[in-house]
């Protein structure tokens, strides 16, 4: 990666030092002239963790390469929410645009090219809303160009705009005015009571989350995330450590790829119904026990799959156990 690589970074820290060290190692070999890292302080009740926060910390202190360092430390807990939350408006108060990884979100090194060329190509295009670095398609449906457009925001690693973030409302007031014409918008029955259950239990005062509002304002607006072809962001946070992310059983677990350069842009800037379909099925559709058992193995069958593919893409790359594979609806 160019030395020059302009484009901010933004790392979010917590109480993982070991992950923040990978994720900020993928970091260093992009070489940004601006990190900025965002930190949540310790929870008062959980032994150890003002010295795990503190070497998460430490992590990002001292880069070894031309770097302006820009920290926004919370002295106490707020909560991934709200701290990542109020972080991320820190962060557009001071830039323009931004790339923003969370300390679990291992990136391939071809998703910061892939962020800043977006970033810039459609920085004045009120159309878009978001740069994914994550594809939950599986390879399940193969896309032709470089990326597509959806109506759902991926933030395994993303990135974003000032002027987009202005949307974010984390208090979902929106919603509260009218859920009947935001549930209007969704004709999938499944899908429809996923999201009034979710905006909902926001509502009714649980704060630990802050994307299903940033996904409300996608979906309030018709706004589009560009969603890169092959999947470029790794989730190695997934366990009992993590806030949110503690089933491995219903982990979603694409393989990682490159994106190649130079991009193939689509003919239209418009939402990939067929892709969207199916990432809406894997991940926001409501379910009962049995579903949720079924969709864990679809998921697992899926990862195993995509793994394969990338094998026979890259021979030398390891893979787990694959199930024969077949275009999943």
């Known amino acids: 990666m160019d030395s020059a690589f ?11 030092p070991d992950l923040a060290r990978a994720v900020f190692d993928a970091i260093r070999a992009a070489k940004p002239r601006t990190l900025m890292v965002v930190a949540d302080g310790p929870r008062p009740d959980r032994r150890g963790e003002a010295e795990l926060c503190r070497q998460a910390r430490a992590v990002v202190e001292r880069p070894d390469w031309p770097c302006e360092l820009v920290r926004n430390y919370a002295e106490t807990n707020l909560g991934c929410g709200w701290r990542i939350a109020t972080g991320l408006d820190w962060v557009f108060q001071n830039v323009e645009g931004a790339i923003i990884l969370e300390d679990d979100c291992l990136p391939d090194p071809t998703f910061f090219r892939f962020c800043a060329e977006m970033l ?40 974003t705009w000032r002027r987009a973030w202005r949307r974010f409302d984390f208090d979902l007031n929106a919603w509260k005015a009218d859920r009947q014409e935001h549930l209007a918008k969704f004709t999938e029955p499944r899908e429809r009571a996923f999201w009034s259950a979710t905006w909902d239990a926001l509502c009714s005062g649980r704060r630990d989350i802050w994307d299903y509002q940033w996904a409300f304002a996608l979906l309030e607006t018709r706004g589009l995330a560009v ?6 962001v790794r989730n190695i946070g997934f366990g ?7 089933s491995r059983l219903l982990a979603m677990r694409p393989a990682a790829g490159a994106m ?15 892709a969207d379909r199916f990432t809406a099925r894997r991940m926001f559709y409501k379910r009962s026990l049995p579903g949720k058992a079924a969709e864990a193995v679809i998921r697992r069958s899926l990862a195993a799959i995509s793994h394969l593919r990338a094998w026979r893409a890259y021979p030398a790359a390891p893979v787990a156990a694959a199930a024969p594979s077949r275009d999943l609806e």
């Open 120 to 159: 810039e190509r459609y920085r004045d295009d009120d159309r878009v809303m978001q740069v994914s670095g994550t594809n939950f398609l599986f390879g399940a449906r193969p896309i032709h160009d470089s990326y597509y457009f959806s109506r759902y925001p991926l933030c395994w690693g993303w990135g």
């Open 240 to 246: 009992p450590a993590a806030t949110h992310t503690t």
């Open 227 to 232: 969603t890169p072809s092959v999947n470029l």
């Open 6 to 16: 302009t484009t901010p970074v933004v790392l979010i820290v917590f109480n993982r």
């Open 260 to 274: 190649n350069f130079p991009l193939r842009h689509p003919a239209r800037l418009e939402a990939n119904a067929k």
